[in-house]
């Protein structure tokens, strides 16, 4: 960037605006499925941290901020308490099937004042996978923007470029003008909403909100980007980070103990494990009452130290209701792969006089391994009865008792 574009974006060389009120939009619905398998990558560890929590971070240190805001997959709603638990931040926002739509929902959030008291004066929208922030680029994209443009940060274009086909190269680009977009980016609030709108009725899908504001005739300026602010994408850029700043941490084990009990109620079936078994009568509970799969989930959770099922899962909660208990159990799996760890071998025993256990344990432990991913020799479901005693022997209902055995990095 050049000195006089700098200067012009200094700011220094700007008068102070103490009462523009700026809300910042983290965008962080997206799947990054570039980025490989397991966890969207704003909810994955990086340096012991979720990087949604680095990048909401950045941000809430920020004297000039007034107001947070997440865009979030409402699937990864236990996800994102957990990455937002340590800040004093607005509730996160439900996002669309695109990245354009996820912005366009935060946008019409920020605009109800119901829920906001009054919109902002600027927004700036940002990446949840760009945690590498820092605030001198912050300070800058807000010097750039006023109410009549908007501002985004920017690297020049340092590579010869190389149009290609099949193969083989057809043309060189020039790179004169060219730059990178990095985010956040900002923008007058109202007129940034308005060209999502008009965006969103002429059913254009563009690259980056820049491009949405271009199109409806809004100034936007460049101002100098970050080197390291750079957007986790694949799983080589997490690799990158970990391998040039921390040194590789010991997995030491930890073990978590379940237990669950559902009364029988009437039906013609329950869930047992993940198996469907046909029975004189059903199991009670919010959601599929999967005894063996609730008393496993908790096992995990408990190796975590991450609470129970019902603080993730709240059995008040109707998005719970008639819930495969699976999802409880894969959304465990997922914590601990966030956390860098690995579970090493799982063990359930189910308590009761009937149905009969025996004829579905391998079905029990196949669907177990495949919901958690791991080898089905990591799973041992096994049946006991309490002699006619207590509860289970009258045939009021069926227990579970599991454990779980996770390795996970040492704390430092």
Known sequence: MSQSARNATDPANLPPRPSTRIAVLIVAAGRGQRAGEGLPKQYRLLGGKMVLSRS????ACHPA???IHVVINPDDR????????NFDIAPPIKGGATRQGSVHAGLMALADEK?????PDLVLIHDAARCFVRKNLIDRVIAACDAGSGAIPALAVTDTLKRGDGGQIIGTVSRDQLWRAQTPQGFPFQPLLKAHQNAALAGEEMTDDAAIAEAAGLPVRLTEGDEENIKLTTPADFARYETQNHEPRTLEPRTGLGFDVHRFEPGDHLWLCGIRIAHSAGLKGHSDADV???????AILGALADGDIGHHFPPDDPQWKGASSDRFLAHAGGLVRAASGRISHCDI????ERPKIGPHMMAMRQKIADTLDLDIRRISVKATTTEGLGFTGRREGI???????????APD
């Open 292 to 298: 063996g799969l609730h008393a496993l989930t908790d």
């Open 349 to 352: 025993t189910l308590i009761c």
């Open 56 to 59: 909401i971070a950045a941000f």
């Open 65 to 67: 901020i007034h107001s």
């Open 399 to 409: 227990a579970a008792q599991a454990t779980a055995t996770v390795l996970l990095p």
């Open 78 to 85: 236990a996800l994102y308490d957990t990455a937002a638990a």
């Open 115 to 119: 829920q906001t008291g009054a919109p």
